[in-house]
């Protein structure tokens, strides 16, 4: 499973600017394979996905274009979570399907995460 680790920047409840690219920083969790990065925007009428992106870095920038509160989560993927994830990215069931297993079909992948709450005005 992969360590523990936290976001370093932006801050919990930081106000951020619309339209502006900003960094999101985070720690090093040890075993990661690679990290998913969303950004969800919440309203009154639900949560939605406004970032999708997975990096093999401990950062990525990111530009919002919509005002509100959002919230910005980062999982820390193990190799298994990793190609299973890959395996399946975009939800194309031909893009192929990568196991460990013998004799067997399965996930056995695991993820560490951690998110804060911002202000894009």
Not at 74 to 85: E, F
Request: charged share 20%; proline share 4%; glycine share 10%.
């Amino acid at each position: 499973m992969p360590g523990r680790f936290r976001i370093l920047d932006p801050a919990i409840e930081d106000t951020l600017k619309l339209n502006r690219g900003f960094q999101i920083i985070w720690s090093k969790s040890w075993k990661a394979k690679r990290y998913l990065v969303c950004a969800y925007l919440l309203t009154e009428g639900g949560r939605y996905t406004k970032l999708w992106a997975d990096t093999p870095e401990t950062s990525m920038v990111v530009c919002p274009t919509d005002s509100g509160k959002y919230q910005l989560k980062v999982l820390a993927m193990d190799q298994n979570y990793w190609d299973y994830y890959r395996g399946y990215q975009g939800g194309n069931p031909n893009a192929g399907y990568i196991c460990h297993l013998q004799g067997g079909v399965g996930v056995f992948g695991s993820v560490n995460e951690d998110w804060v709450w911002v202000e894009v005005q």
